[in-house]
T-cell receptor, first 110, second 114 residues
């Protein structure tokens, strides 16, 4: 079967750094996405990794290890507005279908 | 900012009614998708389309149907709504081409069937 695992919830302090992990088992792999979803809103794109390594974009970085089926999203200098769900999603080969994880709800406290 | 729209945003209807959820995008994207998402749960793909006159069922079994007569429009229809259809429905689109094309999501329709 196909499976994406992420922690259900995380709490961090404003100004800190937090790492959200994602492991996946899919029938194919054509890239991994991270999306941010605020409560009651639609997901918005954060990052895409298809090769192993770290992609940095401002305060957000995403890492991928294809051999381990593992990715993480790193958020630096946390702000209150970063409180949201973070969805890990894998684009499977053959059809470009994207499978989403259940998301990690991040609570940023003052 | 993404130009993808969904109507209605909220809908409360009785069992047995026929409903159509509208989705339109002005970005000229070939690929469009419908997802179902319950609160705190993952998005499940229920339908997708590669372009005009192309529609496919997704991974989650759904009693809904879709059509793609125009590039910009991808409506979803429930012939007879039931309480089990209560959920949030998200429409998305992406460009044709490499797999790194991100999906742009509409604001969603929150459906409640009484």
């Amino acid at each position: 079967g196909q499976n994406i695992d992420q922690p259900t919830e995380m709490t961090a302090t404003e100004g800190a750094i937090v790492q959200i992990n994602c492991t996946y088992q899919t029938s194919g792999f054509n890239g991994l996405f991270w999306y941010q979803q605020h409560a009651g809103e639609a997901p918005t794109f954060l990052s895409y990794n298809v090769l192993d390594g770290l992609e940095e974009k401002g305060r957000f970085s995403s890492f991928l290890s294809r051999s381990k089926g593992y990715s993480y999203l790193l958020l630096k200098e946390l702000q209150m507005k970063d409180s949201a769900s973070y969805l890990c999603a894998v684009n499977t080969a053959g059809g470009f279908k994207t499978i989403f994880g259940a998301g990690t709800r991040l609570f940023v406290k003052a | 900012e993404a130009d993808i729209y969904q109507t209605p945003r909220y809908l409360v209807i009785g069992t047995g009614k026929k409903i159509t959820l509208e989705c339109s995008q002005t970005m000229g994207h070939d690929k469009m998708y419908w997802y179902q998402q319950d609160p705190g749960m993952e998005l499940h793909l229920i339908h997708y389309s590669y372009g005009v006159n192309s529609t496919e069922k997704g991974d989650l079994s759904s009693e809904s149907t879709v059509s793609r007569i125009r590039t910009e429009h991808f409506p979803l229809t429930l012939e007879s709504a039931r309480p089990s259809h209560t959920s949030q429905y998200l429409c998305a689109s992406s460009e044709e081409g490499p797999a790194n094309n991100e999906q742009f999501f509409g604001p969603g329709t929150r459906l409640t069937v009484l």
